[in-house]
C-alpha cells in the first residue's frame, strides 16, 4: 500500500518512479487513473479529482496506462481493432481513428502485425500492441507500470525513444514505473520508493549517483555510473554518468587526453577481432555428451499441414521474400520456427537470446515436447520426442520454469504444489515427501515455515521460488528458464540468479532465455 505520499508532478515532465518489488509503485499508479482510490488523502489528475464519480471518465482520458503484463489489456481479436477499441470508447470519428491507429503501430513498428490475431503474438510483441492503444488515444499523461519488462533490448530503446518523442513534441506528461536504470536515467525526475513512502526524490543525477543509499534500498547504479566509479578507482580521470552516452564521451575523452590524439582512435588487432565476433573460441575439449538435439525444427501456430505444403511450393518458386520486418519473423512468412539445429550438451549453461518474436519460447517448449515440431525431430535424452511415450518421460527430466513462473502455482498449500509432480510420477509418499522438503530447501526456502501457508499468501519473490521448488521437486536433468527474471528488481534478480547459478553447479544442465545480455555473459558457457 501507500502511505502519507504528497508529490506534485509537473505538467510535461518525465517523472521515473523506482523501487523494489512490493515498495507501492503499482498502489501508485492504478490510484493516478482511478483503478483504486485513496483511503485517505486526495489525488488530482489533470484538475479532477480521482475519487469524484462523475469525472472518473475524464480522469481515465486524460491517464492512459500500460500494465506490466499486456494479456490484462488485450481484448480484441485482431491487432488493428485493439488498438483501435480504446478511440471507439472515446468516440473518435472513424475517419480521424485510421491516422492515430497507423501511427500508433508505426511507433511501436507493429505495422506489419496489424491483421494478426495477438494470441500469436509473443508476449514483447503484445507489450507493443499494449503501448500503440494507448499511444492512439493521444492522453495528457501515460503511466507505463513495467511496459518494457517483456521488451528486448531495442524493443526497449524504442518505446523510450518514442515516449520521450510524445514528451518533447507533444508535452505528453509520463510516470514511468522500471526495474530497468538505464531508463531512470532518462527522466526530468526520480522518486524511489520504499514501503509505499518516497524515499528519495531528485533529478537522475541526484538520485542515481548514490551508491551507498541505493544499495540500501536494494537498487543498483546505472552500468554507466558503475564503470565510472570502477575507472575512477583505478586512477581514470572521469566522473561517473548517469546516461551511457555521455559515460563513453567522458571515456573517449579521458582516452584522448591520455594517449594522444595519434593513438586514440587505434585498435588492436584482438580488439577488432572481438568487435566483429571473429575471435575463434575452443570449446572441443570441453563437450560432452548431447542432452538434448534439434534436427532442421520448423513450427508454425497457423498453417494446417495443407496450408504448410502450399507455402513449400510458393517459397521454391518465388525463392525467400526480401521483405523484412522491423520486429519479428519475415511477415510474408507464417513460421514461428524455421530449419532450427541446435544441441545442448550435458552440463552446459546454454543461453538463448534474440529479439521479441524471434522464437525463443517457442523453442524452449520444444525441448521437452510441450509441443511437436511439424518438421524436423527432437531428440532429448536419448529419446525421440517423435513417440508419445518417450515424450512423458522427457517431460519428467526436462524442466520447463516459463515467464512468470508464480502464474505456475495453484494448489490450496505450498507443499501440495510443489508436491503435485512427484505425485503424478506414482512415488510413494514417503519420496514425495522428500523431494518437496528438499526443493524447497534448494531454492532458500523452509517447509515447516511456508509448507501449509497457500502459495498466494507469499511475496511475490517467495511465490517464484515455490514454483521453482515445484520443478526441482521431478528432480529433472536439465532446467529450462524462459526470461526467469522478468519484472524482478536487481536484488530479487541477484538472488535468482545466484540460485540459478548454483543449480548448475550442483550439476544441472540449464538452458536461459533471456533479452538481458548482462546475464547471458556473466552466467552462460555458450550463448545461441
Given at each position: 500500500g501507500l502511505g502519507d505520499v504528497y508529490k506534485r508532478q509537473e505538467k510535461g515532465q518525465i517523472c521515473c518512479i523506482l523501487g523494489t518489488s512490493g515498495s507501492g509503485k503499482s498502489t501508485l499508479a492504478k490510484n493516478l487513473n482511478g483503478l483504486l482510490l485513496p483511503t485517505k488523502g486526495v489525488i488530482y489528475v489533470n484538475g479532477f479529482n480521482t475519487a469524484d464519480d462523475e469525472h472518473i471518465w475524464d480522469v481515465r482520458q486524460s491517464a492512459g496506462m500500460v500494465f506490466q503484463n499486456p494479456d490484462n489489456q488485450i481484448v480484441a481479436n485482431v491487432v488493428r481493432e485493439d488498438v483501435a477499441f480504446g478511440l471507439e470508447n472515446l468516440g473518435v470519428p472513424h475517419e480521424d481513428m485510421i491516422p492515430r491507429i497507423d501511427a500508433a503501430l508505426a511507433a511501436v513498428r507493429m505495422t506489419e502485425r496489424a491483421s494478426f490475431a495477438p494470441h500469436m503474438l509473443s508476449g514483447g510483441q503484445k507489450q507493443r500492441v499494449a503501448v500503440a492503444g494507448v499511444l492512439a488515444m493521444q492522453p495528457e499523461v501515460m503511466i507505463l507500470d513495467e511496459a518494457t519488462a517483456m521488451l528486448d533490448p531495442a524493443g526497449r530503446a524504442d518505446v523510450l525513444a518514442t515516449v520521450r518523442k510524445l514528451n518533447r513534441e507533444q508535452g505528453m506528461t509520463v510516470?514511468?514505473?522500471?526495474?530497468?536504470?538505464?531508463?531512470?536515467?532518462?527522466?526530468?525526475?526520480?522518486?524511489?520508493?520504499?514501503?509505499?513512502?518516497?524515499?528519495?526524490?531528485?533529478?537522475?543525477?541526484?538520485?542515481?549517483?548514490?551508491?551507498?543509499?541505493?544499495?540500501?534500498?536494494?537498487?543498483?547504479?546505472?552500468?554507466?555510473?558503475?564503470?565510472?566509479?570502477?575507472?575512477r578507482a583505478k586512477g581514470v580521470s572521469v566522473c561517473a554518468q548517469v546516461r551511457e552516452a555521455d559515460m563513453v564521451a567522458e571515456i573517449a575523452q579521458a582516452y584522448a587526453e591520455r594517449s594522444g590524439a595519434g593513438t586514440a582512435g587505434q585498435s588492436s588487432a584482438s580488439q577488432l577481432e572481438i568487435a566483429d565476433g571473429t575471435v575463434p573460441v575452443d570449446n572441443e575439449g570441453n563437450a560432452s555428451e548431447p542432452v538434448i538435439e534439434l534436427s532442421h525444427v520448423s513450427y508454425s501456430y497457423s498453417l494446417s499441414p495443407r496450408e504448410r505444403r502450399r507455402w513449400h511450393k510458393r517459397s521454391a518458386t518465388a525463392g525467400k521474400s526480401s521483405k523484412q520486418a522491423l520486429w519479428g519473423n519475415d511477415p510474408s512468412s507464417p513460421w514461428a520456427l524455421r530449419d532450427v539445429s541446435l544441441t545442448v550438451r550435458r552440463g552446459e549453461f546454454l543461453g538463448l537470446a534474440g529479439h521479441t518474436g524471434s522464437g525463443k519460447s517457442t523453442l524452449v517448449q520444444h525441448l521437452n515436447?510441450?509441443?511437436?515440431?511439424?518438421?524436423?525431430?527432437?531428440?532429448?535424452?536419448?529419446?525421440?520426442?517423435?513417440?508419445?511415450?518417450?515424450?512423458?518421460?522427457?517431460?519428467?527430466?526436462?524442466?520447463?520454469?516459463?515467464?512468470?513462473?508464480?502464474?505456475?502455482?495453484?494448489?490450496?498449500?505450498?507443499?501440495?504444489?510443489?508436491?503435485?509432480?512427484?505425485?503424478?510420477?506414482?512415488?510413494?509418499?514417503?519420496?514425495?515427501?522428500?523431494?518437496?522438503?528438499?526443493?524447497?530447501?534448494?531454492?532458500?526456502?523452509?517447509?515447516?515455515?511456508?509448507g501449509d501457508k497457500s502459495p498466494f499468501e507469499l511475496s511475490g519473490g517467495q511465490q517464484r521460488r515455490v514454483a521453482f521448488a515445484g520443478v526441482l521437486a521431478m528432480e529433472p536433468e536439465v532446467l529450462v528458464l524462459d526470461e526467469p527474471m522478468a519484472g524482478l528488481d536487481p536484488a530479487a534478480r541477484r538472488d535468482f540468479l545466484g540460485l540459478i547459478g548454483r543449480l548448475h553447479r550442483e550439476g544441472l544442465t540449464v538452458v536461459m532465455v533471456s533479452h538481458s545480455m548482462d546475464d547471458l555473459a556473466n552466467c552462460c558457457d555458450r550463448i545461441v
Open positions: 510516470i514511468w514505473i522500471t526495474h530497468f536504470m538505464e531508463e531512470a536515467a532518462e527522466a526530468d525526475r526520480v522518486a524511489v520508493f520504499r514501503a509505499g513512502r518516497v524515499a528519495m526524490l531528485g533529478t537522475p543525477e541526484e538520485i542515481l549517483t548514490r551508491a551507498d543509499e541505493l544499495a540500501q534500498l536494494n537498487l543498483d547504479m546505472p552500468a554507466s555510473c558503475c564503470l565510472g566509479r570502477a575507472l515436447g510441450l509441443i511437436r515440431p511439424q518438421e524436423g525431430s527432437v531428440r532429448a535424452l536419448g529419446l525421440d520426442l517423435s513417440n508419445k511415450k518417450d515424450a512423458a518421460a522427457v517431460k519428467a527430466k526436462v524442466g520447463v520454469v516459463f515467464q512468470y513462473p508464480e502464474r505456475q502455482l495453484f494448489a490450496e498449500t505450498v507443499a501440495q504444489d510443489v508436491a503435485f509432480g512427484p505425485h503424478n510420477l506414482g512415488l510413494p509418499q514417503d519420496e514425495v515427501d522428500r523431494r518437496v522438503e528438499s526443493s524447497l530447501s534448494r531454492v532458500g526456502l523452509d517447509l515447516s515455515t511456508v
